[in-house]
């Protein structure tokens, strides 16, 4: 399968840990986005890439949260002194060269849960 | 951006039409309206796109009114396999490689 793929699919911790997710974009893609979504929303935009560079990133990241692409191939996002709103699951999307339509692609997320 | 507004959910048979309606009366010139869907516990898939005229690929059609301040997405014969939230998306022409902003969307669910 040459999908977009995330690692973990699930994440159980607890408040105060850190956690960190990767996310694997399709092959030469060079835009690679992450996603928040809580149960019963469409997802929430939080930040995305061209290629290495970290092209915007939206309120919702706060400190505590950072995110890589530090080849410009495979992300990291990870969430510092996590929080009970934290809970949510996290998409990871990445598309091709820039076009009209301009098709995202999504992982099946990683669901985080923060006791 | 723009605003799109969908009902919060609609039904429909086994091997129907459905129309899924969309309503952005903010819609700017430049504006392309999407669809994406999102079927249970996976993440948001592409459906189609338009900018001013019907568009149909093997999933589905998208008609655009002619002031474009409102667009239906058809599936042409509802399977229970399309039972998913539906979201209407407007991006501007030039931020093509930009963020999705989601709203809601429209949950389907599909009777056998």
């Known amino acids: 399968d040459t999908g977009v793929s995330q690692d973990p699919r699930h994440k159980i911790t607890k408040r105060g840990q850190n956690v960190t997710f990767r996310c694997d974009p399709i092959?030469?893609?060079?835009?690679l986005y992450w996603y928040r979504q809580t149960l019963g929303q469409g997802p929430e935009f939080l930040t995305y890439?061209?290629?290495?560079?970290?092209?915007?990133k939206s309120r919702l990241l706060s400190d505590r949260f950072s995110a890589e692409r530090p080849k410009g191939s495979f992300s990291t996002l990870e969430i510092q002194r996590t929080e009970q709103g934290d809970s949510a699951m996290y998409l990871c999307?990445?598309?091709?060269?820039?076009?009209?339509?301009?098709?995202?692609?999504f992982g099946p997320g990683t669901r985080l849960t923060v006791l | 951006d723009a605003k799109t507004t969908q009902p919060n959910s609609m039904e429909s048979n086994e091997e129907e039409p459905v129309h899924l309606p969309c309503n952005h009366s903010?819609?700017?010139?430049?504006?392309?309206i999407h669809w994406y869907r999102q079927l249970p516990s996976q993440g948001p898939e592409y459906v189609i796109h338009?900018?001013?005229s019907n568009v149909n690929n093997r999933m589905a059609s998208l008609a655009i009114a002619e002031d474009r301040k409102s667009s239906t997405l058809i599936l042409h014969r509802a399977t229970l396999r399309d039972a998913a939230v539906y979201y209407c998306?407007?991006?501007?022409?030039?931020?093509?490689?930009?963020?999705?902003?989601f709203g809601q969307g429209t949950e389907l669910s599909v009777k056998p």
């Open positions: 999307a990445s598309s091709p060269k820039v076009r009209v339509g301009n098709e995202q692609f």
């Open positions: 092959s030469e893609h060079n835009r």
């Open positions: 890439f061209q290629n290495e560079a970290q092209l915007e």
């Open positions: 903010t819609i700017s010139g430049t504006d392309y």
């Open positions: 338009g900018l001013t």
């Open positions: 998306i407007l991006r501007v022409s030039y931020n093509q490689g930009g963020k999705l902003i």
